[in-house]
């Protein structure tokens, strides 16, 4: 295949997959199987993720330039003796749970190779299942009783709730968008501040799995690409920037279960494949 024409399907499935609640590693997983491709390689892959996380600093800015603000007059008034949690105003509780749930989140990452096996089994079927996990967390969050908590109403443990949702998508196939705004609606978060949660709370989990994997690079004699590399970056953010915003208008008017649909009857169709492939021996592709 065109190494173009590969690299920007990626970089959709990406942009795509990476904000709508879908997940990203779960249908990269999938397109490289029936597109035969063995390894899509760990500096490609690095790329995607710079680009979606240029898409999520694009769309949420202002939060987030608030966010780095409180952090730095939060450690200010940490040597003042006047850090308290109840008197936080909503980038810097935002700020605080950001950082909670993240830290729950990395001594998993340090064996996330038990997390991304599945990916290279040449097998769909665990993909297949973990759709249909992601697909009922999805149908439930649509369920429940909406909820008015914003930034500055987050609790610790809303935070760590989040948090252990986002390690279960470590699976893939498990939507991390999908499983951290599902976790915050649970705990009663407004959509809005739900979605924003979610997606500023990738941001250190889209650069760090951009880092681990950008160290196994150095040092490698891998060839780069320049060209193919920017198409694939640009891609994956424009995609990714126009994803976020479908999702805050979805989730504004109560669609959330139409993910869940999608996610349900492409992994029952995994694990058709899956079973098929297992029972015939035969490989299904597309190229």
């Given at each position: 295949?065109?190494?173009?024409?590969?690299?920007?399907?990626?970089?959709?499935?990406?942009?795509?997959?990476?904000?709508?609640p879908?997940?990203?590693?779960?249908?990269?997983?999938?397109?490289?199987?029936?597109?035969?491709?063995?390894?899509?390689?760990?500096?490609?892959?690095?790329?995607?993720?710079?680009?979606?996380l240029?898409?999520?600093?694009?769309?949420?800015?202002?939060?987030?330039?608030?966010?780095?603000?409180?952090?730095?007059?939060?450690?200010?008034?940490?040597?003042?003796?006047?850090?308290?949690?109840?008197?936080?105003?909503?980038?810097?509780?935002?700020?605080?749970?950001?950082?909670?749930?993240?830290?729950?989140?990395?001594?998993?990452?340090?064996?996330?190779?038990?997390?991304?096996?599945?990916?290279?089994?040449?097998?769909?079927?665990?993909?297949?299942?973990?759709f249909?996990?992601?697909?009922?967390?999805?149908?439930?969050?649509?369920?429940?009783?909406?909820?008015?908590?914003?930034?500055?109403?987050?609790?610790?443990?809303?935070?760590l709730?989040?948090?252990?949702?986002?390690?279960?998508?470590?699976?893939?196939?498990?939507?991390?968008?999908g499983?951290?705004?599902?976790?915050?609606?649970f705990?009663?978060?407004?959509?809005?501040?739900?979605?924003?949660f979610s997606?500023?709370?990738?941001?250190?989990?889209?650069?760090?799995?951009?880092?681990?994997?950008?160290?196994?690079?150095?040092?490698?004699?891998?060839?780069?690409?320049?060209?193919?590399?920017?198409?694939?970056?640009?891609?994956?953010?424009?995609?990714?920037?126009?994803c976020i915003?479908?999702?805050?208008?979805i989730?504004?008017?109560?669609?959330?279960?139409i993910?869940?649909?999608?996610?349900?009857?492409?992994?029952?169709?995994?694990?058709?494949?899956?079973?098929y492939?297992?029972?015939?021996?035969?490989?299904?592709?597309?190229?």
């Open positions: 295949m065109n190494e173009y024409i590969e690299i920007v399907i990626q970089g959709v499935i990406q942009g795509l997959t990476e904000f709508l879908v997940s990203s590693s779960g249908h990269l997983s999938v397109a490289q199987h029936f597109m035969n491709i063995q390894d899509a390689g760990m500096l490609t892959s690095v790329v995607l993720h710079l680009g979606t240029l898409a999520v600093f694009a769309a949420f800015w202002g939060r987030i330039w608030g966010m780095i603000k409180e952090f730095f007059k939060s450690i200010a008034d940490i040597f003042r003796g006047r850090f308290k949690w109840s008197t936080m105003n909503d980038d810097r509780r935002m700020m605080c749970a950001v950082i909670i749930a993240t830290l729950l989140l990395v001594p998993f990452a340090l064996v996330k190779d038990f997390f991304t096996y599945p990916a290279t089994d040449g097998d769909i079927i665990f993909e297949g299942c973990a249909l996990f992601t697909s009922l967390v999805l149908i439930l969050s649509d369920a429940c009783v909406k909820g008015t908590k914003t930034g500055k109403d987050i609790r610790a443990r809303d935070a709730t989040v948090g252990l949702f986002q390690v279960i998508a470590l699976f893939p196939g498990v939507s991390r968008s499983s951290t705004v599902s976790a915050g609606l705990c009663g978060l407004a959509r809005e501040t739900a979605v924003a997606f500023i709370l990738g941001i250190p989990a889209i650069l760090g799995s951009a880092v681990l994997e950008a160290k196994d690079v150095i040092g490698t004699d891998v060839q780069l690409n320049l060209p193919v590399l920017a198409v694939g970056a640009v891609t994956a953010a424009v995609v990714g920037f126009a915003k479908l999702v805050q208008l989730i504004k008017h109560d669609k959330f279960k993910f869940g649909i999608y996610t349900l009857l492409l992994g029952l169709a995994c694990i058709g494949v899956g079973i492939e297992a029972v015939t021996g035969e490989r299904l592709t597309v190229m």
